[in-house]
Structure formats: structure tokens, C-alpha cells
């Protein structure tokens, strides 16, 4: 089936071809010996001396009609327009030759109209940053463009004189003016209103179907701000579908998928861990960044490797014009981002920096908890001529910390390098080329402490678990995007890489391990992987919007070898100006699983490959979305999915510990999985208001054939409802006000429910070694039978903006998080030990609670 | 551009849908799936590893459900009806056995003067007036081919171990699980004397009486001998084979109560291993025994379950009790297990059985 899906998709692909040649069959220069005649007389004139043979028959024509050329044509379609005007045939381009057949309709007026493409980049006027997304409108034909990640945009126009507007949120509209006469290429420069919260909508915008709510917020408001550090990604987490659980690695669940089942791409290279504090805060550093995107119901077919999400970050080239930077200083950490050119218009550098500086603060409020990360980000732009642009990227960040809390005993250190060279070049005026090489390296060392005592209190066991992993992946891309006409639109390209995981060990012993160099070495699992893809954007009509593709990869591990064809389908129907229902199905596959100790609190996380029994992890998704969008700003949508997970991982009942690499496979086992449910939001944006509602209800399973006597179980983070609130008002030019409030059924998770005798108690065994008051076994009748309370947090905040000098503006911030100190996690455990009482024992989770905390950022 | 427009009918009819459609999703969320006050009975539980040669005794009890404020303290389940059938023979009711050796057993002791057989399958099936009827069956398999014990003092991690190599035959054409362990079992020392072809016990008033008067006696002189009570001490071992699956379980310089083996690797063959065990407990002034290091040829089920019980042990104090798996047997409508085992066994003496 999925393959029948690619052969007419391919099959797309050939007519658009062939249609795109026919355009330039038009566009031949051909100037008639006449400028009176007979239609035949024309046709002949073309057959004798023109660019084309034209092979008609006179039954279906008017050959008789005396034709007076107006204007001086010199191509074949301007000549066509008006010798073959209201004739009711139609066009058939063969080998060179146009066949003229009958039609029960006329040729449309702009039929042999020759068109050109008006192609460049569109950049900021100030630094020179290309636009991702700016809007290219040509109001005489009611058509338009949207520049790529990279300001690259194409558009074709009709020969002679058009009129374009050119506009970007937040910049000022730009309208230009172009005489066509061939293809052209003129880059755009769009400077920032003064007032940049002003957004106004005109009718000289370009009205794409799309939607566009997987678009972070560029406003910083409460909710993206984490004690002071603004995250850009944190505004994903008001969106439905999305949770946010701290604590834990990566902690962004998206649709019922585990937070391995995202894929973070940083500038187009993976990023395994994405997060600083568990899952806290984003590696991203919001003033690096250009844009961000989430896919999480239509994947671009350019995308592949995770079953759930896909985070698109793109940071910025850096200002090309002259030096800007920002700093900022919080009560978490400091950062600062410089940016300016090397050669004016020709190269930038941009340089990002953040470390934490809370850990004495911490250390001073005996805590027991212990906060060091960094990140340091730099970019290198440089164009060579008008049409290539090499770009550099390094990025390095680490963190270490340590919980020495009632209950939990950690340490943990996880840190990511990757790196980049990537190469840009307008192949031509339809078409342009983003090439690039990767490598990215993530690295994750944990320790876990358990003490055991007796009923006196006596320690009479302390271990703790060390464990280390580290994945290494490299990748060379590239992806070419051809616009085919204004109304089609492709993208193919390619994707070679090698990952080397060096395995997990585990290290028991009586404290914690800081060196890698102190786990034993194990033989690396390294495996290969090709893709290769192709998508259409196709807008046949102003209603209808569809993006068919197909993304292939085939992988390789050791003599396992498996390809997927992945098909992606998104479709959009307008049904009027304020509504509009959209469909999109998607197959995905992800070859790396991540498998987790099932300890509370502890990053452990570990990567493998997919082998012959532990096959891809594989999802088909499909999503029926509506949206209502009225002229007061209000933006309604509604989403139903329905999501089916095969090959899921856990581990193998009595295998929750990796200690023997030759038998890794043999500890995780596979299962399926499935999720549903409804997700809501409403939005409006007024120049005093920003206001944001977002409702998920979601069901999420699972099912493996060793857990839970083969029946279904809820997964872990199986929360039915959840709610977000912000709300952000600006008082007036210099202040505003933020507050963000969500709620969340609380997780499911399992607990001993029954206990009986100790077998070798019942054999009359006795161990002396063991405590007398522990012998005894818990079972546990049903998996993730109880939920906990329910999560809840309210955060506020408020922001001073004021200008020091011309060029030098500053915004104090300051905020409550978690201004009535809810926990974020909950844990709950069991005691009991012969002949007491047995207690259920509750421990609240939460790094920061009720913490006020004050920023102040300066840009210049 | 007629067209840009749906009849408004069709926009409010898909309102009215969606709102609809919205309406019924939320009303199927509020139906509960899971609650944690889920009622659930409490169960009977087989702990019976049924051995070849030895008499039937059956340990069964009851769980206790665990939540806030339970007392945990196990009940005995003497008023249970339980049958064993042998295959191809008639079935046995098994009794409670009140003997003061089972008074600290936290189940009830079935037994019945009945011995095992190798090589054979016994059903039990118990009755109990508010627990209900659970049932079980066990394979008894073949004796394992124990060819040769060697033993030698060691050091293992620098703890003072009895080094044990141990060969085996194994069989082709049977897929077989091994399992060794050792255990002291406690003993009480016997002494008498023979006077005129018959014992007299010296343990008594009367015996040593009796002994002062013909002591004197030509050949007359105090002998002794031992006799097992049924109780034991497990004896902690320690494995370097990698083909053991205790190398999935832990980390193999952690010690072990059970060694386990499949025959995979070695189907057919000769396998040799070495156990290490430790001597903490090897003599014992207030409590005499002997060591037993046994070999056992064990079912499927009785195999898996030991080897999640060893995870069970291994983990229990390491992990919170919500990450511990529970092991799993075969006990229908009940928990626990019901295996067979036949064993092969060298006995060895530390403590001085004067």
C-alpha cells in the first residue's frame, strides 16, 4: 500500500515537470512577418519560422477569424494569447510540438501568458537576518509566497509590470514595484516598526491555508520564562497535546509518546537531550534563536527518526550590518549573545552564552540541591558571491546535579556537542540547495542511591547504581526546493548518517562515580541509515491546500537490515474566511530506542539500536483538525488523533538493569501501544490583550505480552485532562503583566496492592545475612493501577520596558514561579515490614518551590 | 468568488457536530478506569518446591492486602482441603501438619507420608471456604548426572569461600534448567552407646545413668550421630561464569542465593562450573549442620520463578518497593509456585559433632 502511495506521488512529480516544461516553450522568442491575418495564416507563419510546429485540424477551429495583433509580442504565448483567443481547444505539448484538440471551453485568458520568477532572500534592513516565513503577495493575480528557513523565497509573475507586498510580524510592510521582463532576482529588506507589538492585517497579505500554530511565541511572557530564563520552547507547553514533565529527561511528552520519541533538531542537527535541570529549561537560548517550529500532527516529509514530535530550531545567522548583543541576568543563571559582522554584508559571527549561578544560593538554604549547567552557542555566516552562504554552527552544554533529598539520593551529569557546516545556494530562480554535515554527541552519567534500614533504623544496606551512555551521530543532508509554478511546490533530498552508541554499563557500588573513564568499556553498537525523500505543496485553488510525501529510510545494524516507507499526508480545506477543517495522516519510524532504569528521579537513560528481535518503533497517526479565526483576532481550533505505537519499548520483567552488553536485547522487550483524544485551544491577541486557553483530553495505552498478564495498561504518563490558561496585559508601553495557571490529572503508576510469605521463609530456609522483618514478597495484581493528585501550578510575572539611551533598552522583570509551591512530581512507595503496619509513604518532587525571582536583560 | 463561501447551514451544521461530538468525548473521559480502593479478594499462595525422594510437605498460606494502616502478619490457612493427584495414580488428601518444627512457618504445612517420584507430574488442587479452589501442576524431572565435586578452600573478593567445581552431564535430548544452591542444615547431635546390641541414648538422664554403671564395660564406649530438623541456613554463593544467567540478574561479584543455568550452551555435553561458598556461617558452636551443595535438575516454572525471586532478593532494599518485580509461578486463581525438582547433593561437615 505505502508503496503504491509513492509511485503516485512520483507520478506528480512527472507532471509537474513536464508542465514546468511547458512554460518555457512559451516563453521562446517569435515575432510574426504580420501583424493582420487569419488565424491559419498565423499558425502557418509559426510552422514556417516559429520556435514550435503546431499541429491542428480546422474542424474545431475558427481558422477564418482575421486576427489584429495588439502591443508588439515577441514570444509564442503572447503571439498564442490573441491568435488562438476564444477558441474552445485546448493545448497538448509533445516532443516540441503543440497539438491543438477540442475543448468544450475556451483557453483561460493568461493560458500562453509568459511568466517569470522574481526569486532572493527577504532580510531584516537592520542586520541583514534573513526572514523565515515573511509573506509575498501579488494582489493583481491573488496569489503570494512565504520565504523558507533561510529568507529564500520565488515566486513567478506574469511578464510586464506587477506590484508585490512584502510583509513580516512586527516589520513594516513593504511595497514594490517590478517591470518583468525575464526572470529576476531582487532581495527584500524589511525594517522593524517602531512599535513592534503593533500587528496589522491588511489585505496585502498572502493568505496561506496552513495552519501555523506549531510556531513558538516570540512574546515573552510568565509562561516561558523559568525563574527569570526565558524558553522559547516553554510556550510549546501551552499547547494541547503537549505536557511538560520536569524532572525527568527531556521532559516533553507529545501526544501520548515517551520524550525519546521527539526529535530536536538545533539548526538541523539532532540533539539527544535537549534540556538543562531535567527537562526543566530548553538548551535553547531565546536570543540566539530565528524561529521555532513543533510538528506534532503533520510531519513534513523531510522529517523522520521520531514517533511523536518533531522541534525545529533555527538560531540566527547574526547581524551583518553592525555589533548588538544582549545580556541578561537572572536569579537562575546569566547569559549574554553577541552578534556582528566580521566583513560587513559578507560574514557574521554570533556567540551565546548562559551559565548558572543559583548553586551557592541553593547551598545557602541547605536545599540538598545541587544546580551547574552551561551552554555556549556560536555561529559562523559567511556568503561567498550572491548566491552561496556557508554557516557554521558549534554548540556545547553540560550539566551536574545533585538531589540529596528525603527520599532520593542522585547525581546526575548529561551534556551534548554538536557541530555543523551547512551550505546554502540559490540554484536558480526556482530553485534552492541546503546542504549540510553534522555531528552530535550527547553523554549521560547517573547514580542513584537507595539505603535500606531496619526497624530500628539501623542502615543495613546502602548501594548505589552508576550508570553511563554516550551516542555519538554524524550526518551529511540536503534538500533541494523547486517551485514548480506558484501553486506547486517540491522538496527532495536525502539523508546519509552513522550513529556509535557506546553502551551502557552499571556500576554498583558504595558511592557515586564521577568519571566516565571509571565504567568498563564495552564493545560500541554503531548502525547506518539513508534516507531518502520527496513532498508536494500543492494549492490547486484559495481552499485547498494538500501536501503529499514519502520519506524512505533504510537502516542497517550488523547483518539486520530494514527499510520503511514512511507516506505523510496533510490536506486543507477553507471552507469559508473563518473556517477551516484539515486532515493528515503519518507513518513514522524511529530506529533508536530509549530505554530507562524505572528508578524515580534519576536520568538513566540509555540508547540502543534496532535489532532483529527489537524491531523500529513505528507509529500511524491520524488527525482531523478544525479552525475558526474571526476578524476580532480570536483563533479557535480543535483537533481529534488517533495514534497507534508499535514496538514500544520496556524492559523485560526482571530486567530493569543492564549489566551484560551480549545480552542487552534480551532485557527490553517489545509491545504496542495507542492514543487518542481531543485538543483544544483559543487564542486572542489584542494590542492590550494576549489570552490563551488550551484543553487536551487523551487516553493513552499500552500492551506488552510480559507485563500485566498481557492486558492493556494505561501508560505511565496516561494524564485525561489537562488545562493551561495564560494571560499577558500591557498596561502600557513600559509595563505589562503576566500569569499562567495550568492543571493536569495527576500520573498513573504502580504499587505493591497484596504481600505474602517469603518462599524460602515457607522452605524453612532462613537467611541471616537478610532482615527477619523484610521477608516477605509484594505483588503488585495490576500495572499503573492508581493515579496520583493532580498537578497544578500558577506563575506570574510583570515586566518593565525602558529605552536608556538610543540605542540601548533594558526590561526588569520580576515573578513568582509557583507561587503556591505545588509539587511537580509525585512519588509514592510503600513500607511495611512483618508484623507493623504497612504505610503508604507520598513524596512531593519539586526543585524550585514557591520562588520569586527578578531578570534584568539589556540589549544594545 | 462564490465559491470562498459554504452555505451557512453547513457551517453550523459542522458546529453543531463538533460541539456535539466534544459533548460525548467528555462525557466517556468521566467513566473511571482505574480507582485505588479496586476491591480485590486475597489469595491463596503455593510456596512448594516438590523434590524427588522426599516426603510430601506443601507450605501454603495466604496474602495479605497492603495498603495504609494493614498489619502485615501472615495467616495460617489450616482449614484449606488439599488433594494431590500423582499421574496415573489415585489422589492423596494432604493434612496440616501442626508439628512444632512448622510453628514459625508463616504457611501452613500440608504433608503426607507419600514420597515424590522423578519424571513425574502431580496436580494439587485446595479448597478453602473463603479463598475458593486454586490449582496447580508440577513436572518432576530426571536427576541431573552429577559426575564429580571438587573442593578447595578460597578467597572470593576477599571473603573466605569453599570453592566448589562441579561437572555435569547433560542431556540431549531435553531442554533442562539448573539450579545450585547450598545450605547448612541444622542438626541435632545424637549421642549413645551400645550395650548388649542395643542403642541407648546418652542425651538422657536415665541414658548416662545407665552408662556411669557399665562404662567400664570392654567396648563400651559413646558414639554419635546426627539427625536433620528440617531447618536451614541459606548459604550465600558466588559466581565467575558468564554463562550463568545470574549474569543478567547482578553483577556477578555480588553473591547469590540460587546459580542458575540453562543447557543452551551446552546441550548434550559436559559443563563444569565453579561455585564459591561463602563460610560466614559454616560453623556454628550454638547451632550445629552440615552443608549441603546441591545440584537440581528443576521445571520450567519452578526455574523462572527462582530466578525472579533471586531478581526479587537481589533488588529488594535497592529499589523502592513500586519498581520491585514480583516473581510470577502457576498457581491458577492463587500466587506462588508449584515446581518439581530432583536434586543430587555432597554433604559436608564443619562443625564438631561431639
Given at each position: 500500500m505505502m508503496k503504491y502511495y509513492c509511485i503516485l506521488v512520483f507520478l506528480l512529480f512527472s507532471v509537474e515537470l513536464t508542465w514546468a516544461q511547458k512554460v518555457n516553450l512559451f516563453s521562446r522568442s517569435y515575432t510574426p512577418s504580420f501583424q493582420k491575418g487569419s488565424v491559419a495564416a498565423f499558425l502557418d507563419d509559426i510552422n514556417q519560422r516559429g520556435p514550435a510546429i503546431i499541429e491542428y485540424t480546422s474542424n474545431y477551429i475558427d481558422t477564418g477569424r482575421i486576427i489584429t495583433l495588439t502591443g508588439s509580442p515577441t514570444t509564442l504565448g503572447t503571439v498564442l494569447q490573441q491568435v488562438l483567443q476564444e477558441q474552445k481547444i485546448n493545448v497538448v505539448e509533445k516532443n516540441n510540438k503543440l497539438i491543438l484538440t477540442p475543448s468544450p471551453t475556451p483557453l483561460p485568458d493568461d493560458f500562453f501568458v509568459t511568466s517569470y520568477s522574481v526569486y532572493g532572500i527577504i532580510k531584516e534592513a537592520v542586520s541583514g537576518e534573513p526572514l523565515a516565513e515573511a509573506n509575498i503577495f501579488n494582489p493583481a493575480k491573488q496569489n503570494g509566497s512565504l520565504s523558507n528557513d533561510h529568507g529564500y523565497y520565488t515566486l513567478l509573475l506574469p511578464q510586464g509590470k506587477s506590484i508585490l507586498y512584502i510583509s513580516y510580524a512586527g516589520y513594516n510592510t513593504q511595497r514594490i514595484e517590478l517591470d518583468i521582463k525575464g526572470s529576476t532576482r531582487a532581495d527584500i529588506y524589511l525594517t522593524p516598526k517602531s512599535d513592534i507589538e503593533e500587528v496589522t492585517v491588511t489585505s496585502s497579505t498572502y493568505k496561506t491555508t496552513e495552519k501555523e500554530d506549531n510556531k513558538a511565541a516570540k512574546e515573552t511572557n510568565s509562561n516561558n520564562i523559568v525563574l527569570g530564563e526565558s524558553d522559547v520552547l516553554r510556550s510549546f507547553y501551552m499547547d494541547p497535546g503537549v505536557k511538560n514533565i520536569p524532572e525527568i529527561t527531556n521532559g516533553m511528552l507529545v501526544r501520548g509518546g515517551s520524550p525519546d520519541e521527539n526529535v530536536f533538531l538545533l539548526d538541523g542537527n539532532t540533539i539527544f537531550n535537549p534540556t538543562h535541570l531535567l527537562g526543566t529549561l530548553s538548551i535553547v537560548n531565546k536570543t540566539s534563536v530565528k524561529s521555532t517550529q513543533l510538528y506534532k500532527s503533520n510531519f513534513p516529509a523531510r522529517y523522520g527518526g521520531g514517533l511523536s514530535s518533531v522541534i525545529d530550531v533555527m538560531t540566527k545567522d547574526g547581524n551583518m550590518q553592525e555589533w548588538h548583543g544582549e545580556a541578561n541576568a537572572g536569579l537562575l543563571a546569566g547569559s549574554f549573545t553577541v552578534e556582528g559582522p566580521v566583513k560587513k554584508d559578507r560574514s557574521s559571527v554570533m556567540v551565546s552564552f548562559r551559565q548558572s549561578w543559583i548553586d551557592p544560593i541553593l547551598r545557602m538554604l541547605n536545599s540538598g540541591i545541587g544546580v551547574n549547567f552551561y551552554d555556549l552557542h556560536v555561529k559562523f555566516t559567511q556568503w561567498i558571491g550572491k548566491k552561496d552562504k556557508l554557516m557554521f554552527n558549534a554548540y556545547a552544554g553540560h550539566d551536574k546535579l545533585l538531589l540529596r533529598q528525603n527520599y532520593s539520593n542522585n547525581q546526575q551529569q548529561w551534556g551534548n556537542k554538536a557541530m555543523s557546516l551547512a551550505w546554502n545556494r540559490l540554484l536558480g530562480p526556482r530553485a534552492f540547495v541546503n546542504t549540510s554535515i553534522n555531528i552530535s554527541n550527547y553523554d549521560n552519567l547517573a547514580g542513584f542511591r537507595y539505603n535500606l534500614y531496619d526497624s530500628t533504623g539501623h542502615l543495613t544496606q546502602n548501594k548505589v547504581y552508576n550508570t553511563y551512555s554516550s551516542i555519538r551521530h554524524y550526518n551529511a543532508r540536503t534538500t533541494l526546493e523547486i517551485s514548480a509554478s506558484n501553486a506547486v511546490k517540491i522538496d527532495v533530498g536525502g539523508k546519509a548518517s552513522y550513529t556509535r552508541i557506546h553502551p551502557f554499563d552499571s556500576n554498583v557500588g558504595e558511592d557515586f562515580i564521577d568519571k566516565p573513564g571509571d565504567f568498563s568499556a564495552f564493545p560500541p553498537l554503531s548502525f547506518h541509515e539513508v534516507v531518502l525523500f520527496y513532498e508536494n505543496e500543492i494549492r490547486p485553488d484559495k481552499q485547498f491546500f494538500f501536501r503529499p510525501g514519502i520519506h524512505v529510510s533504510h537502516y542497517w545494524y550488523n547483518d539486520y537490515q530494514y527499510t520503511s516507507w514512511q507516506?505523510?499526508?496533510?490536506s486543507v480545506y477553507k471552507i469559508d474566511q473563518h473556517n477551516q477543517v484539515d486532515m493528515s495522516?503519518?507513518?513514522m519510524t524511529q530506529y533508536l530506542h530509549l530505554v530507562t532504569n524505572p528508578y524515580m528521579g534519576i536520568n538513566s537513560d540509555a540508547w540502543v539500536p534496532s535489532t532483529a528481535e527489537l524491531n523500529p518503533e513505528e507509529s500511524d497517526m491520524i488527525n482531523l483538525g478544525y479552525t475558526y479565526r474571526d476578524s476580532k483576532k480570536l483563533l479557535v481550533t480543535a483537533d481529534v488523533y488517533y495514534k497507534q505505537l508499535k514496538n514500544v519499548t520496556n524492559y523485560a520483567e526482571g530486567q530493569n538493569l543492564f549489566l551484560n552488553t551480549a545480552d542487552w536485547g534480551q532485557s527490553v522487550q517489545l509491545g504496542k501501544g495507542w492514543t487518542y483524544g481531543l485538543e483544544t485551544k483559543a487564542e486572542r491577541i489584542t494590542d492590550k490583550w494576549y489570552l490563551h486557553m488550551s484543553y487536551t483530553l487523551s487516553w493513552n495505552w499500552r500492551k506488552f505480552d510480559g507485563i500485566n498478564n498481557g492486558a492493556k495498561f494505561p501508560f505511565k504518563y496516561d494524564r485525561r485532562h489537562e488545562l493551561n490558561v495564560a494571560a499577558t496585559w500591557k498596561y502600557n508601553k513600559h509595563w505589562n503583566f503576566s500569569a499562567f495557571w495550568m492543571f493536569a490529572t495527576g500520573d498513573v503508576y504502580s504499587l505493591p496492592n497484596q504481600v505474602y510469605p517469603d518462599f524460602d521463609d515457607a522452605q524453612q530456609i532462613s537467611d541471616p545475612l537478610a532482615p527477619r522483618e523484610y521477608r516477605l514478597i509484594y505483588h503488585s495484581s495490576v500495572t499503573n493501577r492508581y493515579r496520583t493528585l493532580p498537578?497544578?501550578?500558577?506563575?506570574?510575572?510583570?515586566?518593565?520596558?525602558?529605552?536608556?539611551?538610543?540605542?540601548?533598552?533594558?526590561?526588569?522583570?520580576?515573578?513568582?514561579?509557583n507561587i503556591y509551591g505545588s509539587p511537580s512530581q509525585y512519588v509514592y512507595d510503600l513500607e511495611g515490614t512483618l508484623g507493623k503496619r504497612s504505610l503508604v509513604v507520598t513524596t512531593k518532587y519539586q526543585f524550585f518551590q514557591v520562588t520569586p525571582y527578578i531578570s534584568y536583560t539589556v540589549t544594545f | 468568488m462564490k465559491c470562498l463561501t459554504a452555505p451557512y447551514y453547513l457551517t453550523k451544521s459542522i458546529r453543531k457536530s463538533a460541539w456535539a461530538a466534544v459533548l460525548i468525548v467528555l462525557l466517556a473521559s468521566c467513566k473511571?478506569?482505574?480507582?485505588?480502593?479496586?476491591?480485590?479478594?486475597?489469595?491463596?499462595?503455593?510456596?512448594a518446591e516438590i523434590t524427588a525422594g522426599d516426603s510430601v510437605k506443601i507450605p501454603i498460606g495466604k496474602t495479605i492486602k497492603v495498603e495504609n494502616g494493614s498489619l502485615i502478619r501472615f495467616e495460617k490457612v489450616n482449614d484449606a482441603s488439599v488433594t494431590l493427584t500423582e499421574a496415573?495414580?489415585?489422589?492423596?488428601?494432604?493434612?496440616?501438619n501442626y508439628s512444632p518444627q512448622y510453628a514459625t512457618n508463616p504457611t501452613s504445612v500440608f504433608t503426607n507420608k507419600k514420597h515424590f517420584k522423578v519424571n513425574t507430574t502431580y496436580k494439587i488442587e485446595i479448597n478453602h471456604p473463603t479463598l475458593g479452589i486454586v490449582k496447580a501442576t508440577a513436572v518432576i524431572p530426571n536427576y541431573p548426572k552429577l559426575i564429580n565435586v571438587d573442593t578447595s578452600s578460597a578467597q572470593f573478593n576477599d571473603k573466605d569461600v569453599l570453592a566448589a567445581n562441579i561437572t555435569w552431564k547433560d542431556s540431549l535430548d531435553k531442554e533442562e534448567f539448573y539450579v545450585i544452591e547450598a545450605l547448612k542444615e541444622m542438626v541435632r547431635v545424637n549421642h549413645f552407646f551400645i550395650y548388649q546390641n542395643k542403642r541407648y541414648s546418652y542425651d538422657t538422664q536415665q541414658g548416662k545413668d545407665l552408662y556411669a554403671q557399665v562404662k567400664n564395660t570392654p567396648g563400651i564406649r559413646i558414639l554419635s550421630d546426627t539427625t536433620g530438623l528440617n531447618k536451614f541456613t541459606r548459604l550465600n554463593l558466588y559466581t565467575n561464569d558468564n554463562n550463568s544467567e545470574n549474569a543478567r540478574i547482578d553483577k556477578l561479584t555480588n553473591p547469590f542465593r540460587r546459580i542458575f543455568f540453562i543447557d543452551q550452551s551446552f546441550n548434550g555435553n559436559y559443563?563444569?562450573?565453579?561455585?564459591?561458598?561463602?563460610?560466614?556461617?559454616?560453623?556454628?558452636?550454638?547451632?550445629?549442620?552440615?552443608?549441603?551443595?546441591?545440584?537440581?535438575?528443576?521445571?520450567?516454572?519452578?526455574?523462572?520463578?527462582?530466578?525472579?525471586?533471586?531478581?526479587?532478593?537481589?533488588?529488594?532494599g535497592s529499589v523502592p518497593t513500586n519498581q520491585l518485580v514480583s516473581p510470577t509461578g502457576n498457581v491458577q486463581n492463587g500466587l506462588g509456585i508449584f515446581g518439581g525438582s530432583a536434586k543430587r547433593e555432597k554433604i559436608y561437615y564443619f562443625d564438631v559433632l561431639l
Open positions: 507516506p505523510r499526508l496533510y495522516y503519518n507513518h498537578y497544578h501550578r500558577l506563575d506570574v510575572s510583570a515586566s518593565y520596558n525602558s529605552q536608556l539611551s538610543k540605542k540601548i533598552n533594558s526590561r526588569l522583570t520580576g515573578g513568582v514561579y | 473511571k478506569n482505574f480507582s485505588s480502593d479496586q476491591f480485590e479478594d486475597d489469595k491463596l499462595v503455593i510456596l496415573n495414580s489415585p489422589s492423596w488428601v494432604l493434612t496440616p559443563y563444569t562450573t565453579t561455585v564459591f561458598i561463602d563460610k560466614q556461617f559454616f560453623v556454628d558452636p550454638t547451632q550445629k549442620g552440615r552443608v549441603r551443595l546441591q545440584l537440581k535438575s528443576v521445571g520450567r516454572e519452578l526455574y523462572n520463578y527462582l530466578k525472579l525471586y533471586e531478581k526479587y532478593k537481589t533488588d529488594f
